[in-house]
């Protein structure tokens, strides 16, 4: 059992390598056992890749031609930086397109592929050339399990249960005899499904009382066969903060049918003018980290909900779609959701992930929208250029969370204020991992005011803190394809340790992960 441990937070101004202290507050820490903290699921730190603008097409997927560097048509330098990332999964093909989409059609002589108009994303014409294999294909490449979005909204129980069954199935089957007509001797074993995506929206315009009994009806035909431990089974679930919908699955679904229930949360501030990708002031940026922060109420609520019908937590809160949303890069299509990436993006992956941390109780999955070249991509390439964002940093920092055992903790955040608005300035989420090394992840989004924390680290018995960190000078910093390194991790040096004790100064607009060892 470990021990209360103080945390001291000290607020400050950074004016140049000066700090003026204006005010202190001593706080603690309370640390629970190991053995009763839950496991970081790995699946936290999932992606997602739908057929929108150039995620698929011109992003992950070249074709086999291509003079760039490719494996079956999927882009090398992307398959060697999500590696990098250890991405744990992988979500395709959406989105509202997963309604619309026809795995069939995307399967076969690539000649014989009939095309599909993308009605979602820009009314362009795709002729379904990344299909089924090149996705599960590219999932084995990069060591992360699929998550398939099947098609509710427009397609049949039929055409779903064959996907699982050309999937997954090792026998003799129509399906499975298919797959192999196409090159595909052994099944690759799908086991995350989404049964439908969005119902309330664009997945159907659905009412959840008619969705539960949609999901019923089709999760019924889903077989497991082959899959070890069975398919893991997602229902399409709320938009913000309707607890209704929530509820009334929770209700209305045997528990033994539902393994995961969706959550959708995008930080924007006004679906109508959301705001500029680059150029934004402070007041938008309050704004969004006002709805970034909303995350935290959101699970919380939803998870109250869930408790009620699954005190033994059997089912799990799955975030698949999360991260900021604005007003697409100038010049850019409409339609396509291509924006660039700031430290403002750095700030909402940082405290969405200190979030999910702390909730991995119940947090089992969240799928980052979208992996290259779409809303708070990780990656954005340029013809045969790539470069890596804040937010693929982020990921990066924080990928040693995976998997490790939760330290739950408690503090009182300084606050950050803006005008007469104010919001927590700092997040902040630890684990200890499988070989007794301890992780502390601070993200602190207050634009002027820096803070100094205090932990006593005696009862961990730490011996050595290392640290990385994520800063600019500006808000508005992003990597360009001129100068793709211009925010990247740095060795952070402004803590002090002895005796162990341990005082971190956390600059504004930062991310700072810190790692301590035995």
Known sequence: MYKKISLTVLTCILIGYSQIIIGQSKIEIELTAAENAPTISKHIYGHFAEHLGRCIYEGFYVGENSTIPNSEGVR?????????????????????????????????????????????????????????HNFLNLCEELGAEPYLSGNVG???????ADWVQYTNFKGKSPMSDLRRENGREEPWGVKYWGVGNEAWGCGGNMRPEY????????????????????????????????????????????????????????????????????????????????????????????????DKYDEEKKVDLIVDEWGGWYEVAEGTNPGFLYQQNTMRDAMIAGMNLNIFNNHADRVKMANLA???????????????????????????????????TLIPLSFESPMYTYKEESLPALTVSASKDENEKTHISFTNIDTKKGSTVSIDLNELGLKNITGSILSSQNLQDHNTFENPDKIVPKEFK??????GMLEVTIPPFSVIVLEGSK
């Open 154 to 160: 427009s397609g049949g129980v039929q055409e779903l």
């Open 494 to 499: 402004d803590f002090k340790f002895k005796k």
């Open 370 to 404: 979208q992996a290259v070249n779409v809303l708070q991509a990780v990656i954005l390439t340029d013809k045969e250029k790539m470069i890596l964002t804040p937010t693929y940093h982020v990921m990066n920092m924080y990928k040693v969370h995976q998997d490790a």
């Open 211 to 306: 969705y539960a009994d949609i999901y019923k009806k089709y999760v019924t035909f889903m077989s497991d066969a082959d899959v070890e431990g069975g398919i893991y089974k997602i229902a399409s679930g709320a938009s913000n903060d309707d607890y209704n919908w929530t509820e009334v699955l929770m209700k209305n679904i045997p528990k033994n049918m539902l393994q995961g229930v969706a959550l959708h949360h995008y930080s924007v501030i006004d679906w109508g003018a959301k705001g500029p990708d680059v150029n934004f002031d402070e007041e938008t940026y309050f704004k969004t980290m006002k709805e970034s922060w909303l995350m935290e109420e959101l699970i919380v609520k939803h998870t109250a909900i869930m």
């Open 76 to 132: 090398i330098d992307i398959i060697n930086a999500l590696k990098e990332l250890q991405i744990p999964n992988l979500r395709w093909p959406g989105g509202c397109f997963a309604d619309t989409y026809h795995w069939m059609d995307g399967i076969g002589d690539l000649k014989e592929r009939p095309t599909i108009v993308n009605t979602w994303w820009g009314g362009v014409t795709e002729d379904n050339s990344f299909g089924t």
